[in-house]
């Protein structure tokens, strides 16, 4: 008896601070949040059930899914953009690891940037004034002045570069470090085969890294559907709601319009689509495993 | 003979450094732009950057130190990941030194509840979590505006433990009993057996800690509604504003805001490869 409970009470004792601090942070907040997600939050009175009409709201809010558009504009430019342009930088890298390792640290600086500095440094280089750094880069290529995140037709497409800026490198890392632990003998094999350079990329190096790509992919598209810091600390949504993605469009319903049982029902989607698209991933992984 | 050898092998190999060239451009560029016009004079527009200043001078951190409350954000942002790095190793040290060495009733239930948590977007439950941080369970005090608020939430990481549990569990088990033989307690084998055998993984943790706490942006803006408590890189934007500002100091603000993450990067980038690797290949 005693030694049951001894056996029991050490992990018991070492676990408990943190399942304290995820209990109080993470799993009450979900809970109070899916609850909150069918009543209508009022202030100094009591809060009404409404059942499902928050979620009815959410499907019909054209404001919302304005956001939820380009939030999917967001996520497939940059994952599919940087997945393509990454895998061609690891593939110009193959073969001179003795370079690389120089190269690799300075290339992960932005990678490591926090969100809100990485949104200062970018409005900086998209001052719209024509001295301002793309601008001066634009003049060398002969085009005239942008207006950059003022201008509501292309601020979108703007914000996806700087999101490129920071997940090339990265997910170039991860291609190279996938290539690494490709057979050597598929390429020699291939080479006596006289397959040509793009046979080998084709059938020895891409189906070498399916894993790798698929990570990345994956990882991009949960982190991209959240994606909040780095817009909020540019455009905020704007100009005009151009680069409004669902977390911003959350927070205004949250944080400015105090409509927190709207906000919820909102944020409960948006969790159930990543956590569906998790879950995917993991039944893909497992069918590629088994 | 030799001469002509090594110019054909130079030739082969330039567009390759010219490449290389480009990438650091393109991606060191704008950190070289941001710490040379941080100590180029003050007369700078806005949107002008420096790539060499001519007479370099520390003006710019002058006035970032004595007219701009960015000390008071910077001493907010150093408590916040001294206290959190510290607490979050820790407890992650502690619950995964019970998931990789211990067999209990539940065991399994335990990494479920962690591993879900990986698949919570933070920003998800921003709304609830600030509705409990105005009133915490059980003690019915509340944690907005202080560092506390901003500390709490973030000691609680899946990543950090898992890490931890799986280099925990390659120790080998005869060291532990070899310990316990020798009448060592079981904070004892946690303290001077596990944890030294596990430094690298340790350190793999706290750097990633490090730019997790730093990345922070959520957080302390709906924990703080004082900007005097706000972190560094929150409060950039509202030093932004002020107009009076010359534009290269907030230039120089920026670059204090970046250098901490280069630092710890570049002081511990074995241990942060390692992690990056260890994510990348298991999954």
């Given amino acids: 008896m005693m030694r049951a409970l001894r056996q029991w009470l050490v992990p018991a004792l070492f676990l408990a601070p943190a399942l304290l601090v995820f209990t109080w942070f993470k799993f009450i907040p979900m809970a109070l949040g899916l609850r909150m997600s069918f009543y209508k939050v009022n202030f100094g009175a009591p809060n009404e059930w409404i059942g499902l009409e928050n979620f009815s709201r959410v499907l019909e809010d054209e404001a919302l899914g304005a956001a939820a558009w380009n939030t999917f504009l967001y996520v497939t430019c940059t994952v599919s953009l940087s997945v393509v342009l990454a895998l061609l930088l690891a593939l110009s890298m193959q073969g001179v690891t003795r370079h690389i390792r120089i190269i690799r640290t300075a290339l992960f600086l932005p990678a490591i940037t926090s969100a809100a500095v990485l949104a200062e440094v970018w409005r900086i280089l998209y001052a719209p004034t024509p001295d301002g750094i793309m601008n001066s880069i634009a003049a060398l290529f002969g085009i005239t002045a942008q207006g950059y995140l003022n201008d509501p037709d292309w601020a979108l497409q703007w914000l996806m570069l700087m999101h490129l800026w920071k997940s090339v490198p990265y997910d170039m890392v991860i291609f190279v470090a996938g290539m690494a632990t490709i057979n050597h003998e598929l390429y020699e094999a291939a080479r006596v085969d006289g397959a040509t350079a793009w046979q080998r990329l084709r059938f020895v190096t891409i189906p070498g890294l399916t894993h790798a790509i698929t990570i990345v992919i994956v990882l991009g598209m949960i982190r991209g559907f959240r994606v909040f810091a780095e817009i909020q600390a540019t455009t905020g949504g704007g100009p005009a709601g151009a680069t409004e993605v669902i977390m911003t469009r959350i927070y205004k319903l949250g944080f400015v319009q105090f409509d927190y049982g709207y906000a919820s029902a909102a944020s409960v989607v948006l969790f159930v689509f990543t956590a569906l698209c998790t879950l995917l991933y993991l039944q893909w992984r497992k069918r590629l495993e088994a | ?283």
């Fill in chain 2, 1 to 283: 003979m030799h001469d002509s050898f090594s110019w054909t092998k130079l030739g082969a190999a330039l567009p390759r450094w010219c490449f290389y060239a480009l990438l650091l451009v393109v991606f060191v560029g704008p950190f070289w732009a941001f710490a040379m016009t941080a100590f180029s004079g003050v007369t700078l527009q806005p949107g002008e950057l420096v790539f060499w200043p001519k007479s370099p001078t520390m003006d710019n951190f002058h006035y970032a130190w004595f007219k701009t409350r960015v000390w008071r954000y910077l001493l907010n942002s150093m408590l916040i990941v001294t206290f959190g790095l510290v607490l979050q190793v820790s407890i992650s040290s502690l619950a995964a030194y019970a998931l990789a060495r211990k067999r209990f009733v539940g065991s399994a239930v335990v990494s479920m509840l962690i591993l879900s948590t990986m698949m919570l977007p933070e920003e998800v439950i921003a709304i609830p979590l600030y509705l409990v941080l105005g009133n915490i369970p059980l003690f019915k005090v509340s944690l907005l505006n202080t560092h506390l608020g901003m500390i709490l939430p973030l000691i609680g990481w899946a990543f950090s433990i898992f890490m931890l549990t799986e280099f925990m569990k390659k120790v080998p088990l005869e060291l532990e009993e070899a310990a316990r033989m020798d009448g060592a307690s079981e904070w004892q084998i946690f303290w001077l057996v596990i944890l030294p055998l596990i430094k690298p993984a340790l350190g793999t943790v706290t750097v990633f800690g490090f730019i997790m706490i730093w990345d922070q942006y959520l957080l302390p803006l709906i924990v703080a509604n004082r900007e005097d408590l706000y972190t560094l890189p929150v409060a950039l934007a509202s030093v932004r504003a002020d107009e009076a500002m010359p534009p290269a100091v907030f230039v120089a603000i920026t670059l204090i805001a970046m250098l901490p993450s280069i630092l710890i990067y570049l002081a511990m980038q074995k241990a942060f490869n390692r992690g990056l690797l260890a994510g990348a290949v298991k999954g």
